[in-house]
């Protein structure tokens, strides 16, 4: 679908048709995010916001161009904000004003290419190594910055193998070791444990020649408020650390928070006299609205708000897993996630109305803070009721998962107890 661009007439501004065609594309186009917000299941978009407060900042162009902790020429900004909100993060991953450095960026993908930037000018002879089921992101990196980059194995959680790990760290010894550590893969919601990716590089002859980015765009957020979970902190040996903003935090613009040590930026960075501010970013201009909109969700839930929400996310997750596996369907849920991985439908339409996210032969579903029982109600009935027609005559039968999530969560013919 296509709205096309129409020139004006020339009478247009005497009989306002021009307007009124607009507000009707407008209108169609209202309607259908509402739709398609009813039936958003398979993506980590937090949809449960109310921004009105912030209505009034829309008739401003604000730009936080250059290095948000350097004053520009350019004023209309919003940096007062950006560090602000950059602060907060630094308090949450236990790092000191003095000792980071970050900023707001566009998406998540933004984070990851600048913390892994950071890791190849730290080590510029360094190779990334990054488990086969880290986001493409991070392989777009290394394209990128035409860095060598080795793929681990994953174990059947998603979390990265780190016996496969150590193996390939010994095949290139002499080489310092850029890792990339999931705090939430992208298909399977699992986490890397970074205590034994830091015990496996010291043990192995890599102490003081590693740099570790850590990718929590969904997951770097959730974790701190979930009590058995391990912590990511400055106060081991990571280099940077970045989140989404659009996801669980309910940002209605794609953007990020990169946060990194102080000492590290200055490999990377350089001043630049027509802004009368450092270059140390990935964009030029970034989105001045974003921070904004961080900062006010920010100090409207704080962390106690923050921390019911993962619990209801985590409480939603068990249900839709128990639910699933009630049905007969095969299902895994990794500990600390609210990733529903199951069987994949067998009608596409399913999957394009429920906007769900596929890989082979399974499929998810993000628990989100806008995701209920009620919807998630809606869409069992439905899928039960189309399951019920794709295996009714007995020519087709499930397909086995036990290579995607484990025999012990697989429902197939074979493995169904």
């Keep these: 679908m296509c709205f096309t661009i129409k020139e004006p007439e ?5 009989t306002g048709e021009r307007e009124a065609y607009m507000a009707s594309v407008l209108a169609r186009y209202r309607r259908s995010l509402i739709e ?6 398979g993506y980590p978009y937090n949809l449960d916001f109310d921004y009105g407060a912030l209505a009034q900042l829309q008739h401003f162009s604000i730009n936080n161009l250059g ?14 904000f950006e560090v602000g909100v950059l602060d907060w993060f630094a308090r949450l991953w236990e790092l000191e004003k003095n000792e980071y450095w970050g900023y707001i960026t566009n998406c998540g993908t933004e984070g990851n290419l600048h913390g892994i930037l950071v890791g190849r000018e730290v080590f510029p002879d360094g190779i990334l190594y990054a488990s086969k089921e ?9 394209r990128m910055y035409r860095m060598e980059c080795a793929k681990v194995d994953t174990l059947i959680s998603g979390e990265i193998d780190c016996i496969d790990f150590k193996a390939k760290l010994l095949q290139n010894k002499e080489r310092p070791a850029v890792i990339n550590v999931n705090i939430g893969t992208t298909v399977k919601g699992a986490v890397d444990d970074l205590d034994m990716v830091i015990q496996t590089l010291e ?9 570790i980015h850590c990718d929590g765009a969904l997951f770097g957020l959730m974790m701190p408020f979930v009590k058995r979970a391990p912590k990511v902190t400055f106060k081991k040996p990571i280099g940077s650390v ?3 903003g659009h996801k669980f935090v309910g940002c209605p613009m794609p953007c990020g928070v990169q946060i990194t040590r102080l ?8 001043n630049v006299e027509y802004l009368a501010s450092r270059d140390a970013t990935i964009m030029g201009s970034r989105n001045g609205h974003a921070p904004i909109f961080l900062w006010y969700t920010l100090n409207r839930k704080g962390y106690r708000g923050f921390q019911k929400e993962v619990q209801k996310c985590l409480r939603n997750a068990h249900y839709l897993k128990d639910r699933l596996r009630e049905a007969g369907i095969g299902v895994m849920l990794n500990e600390l996630s609210s990733t529903v991985v199951f069987e994949r439908p067998k009608d596409e339409e399913f999957v394009r109305r429920w906007q769900l996210a596929c890989e082979g032969n399974i499929a998810h579903v993000v628990v989100m803070p806008n995701v209920n029982i009620d919807k998630l109600d809606s869409f069992l009935e439905e899928l039960s009721q189309k399951r019920s027609c794709w295996y009714q005559d007995g020519k087709m039968s499930p397909p086995c998962m036990a290579a995607d999530i484990g025999q012990e969560n697989c429902f197939c013919v074979l493995h169904k107890k």
């Design 10 to 14: 020339v009478d247009d501004e005497v």
């Design 36 to 41: 398609r917000t009813k039936h958003h299941l």
């Design 67 to 80: 290095d948000p902790f350097i004053e520009s020429n350019y004023g209309v900004h919003s940096r007062q």
């Design 134 to 142: 880290s986001h493409y992101s991070v392989f777009k990196a290394a």
């Design 203 to 211: 043990e192995n002859g890599f102490k003081g020649r590693f740099y």
């Design 242 to 244: 970045s989140v989404s």
């Design 263 to 270: 000492k590290h930026i200055n490999v990377l960075s350089s």
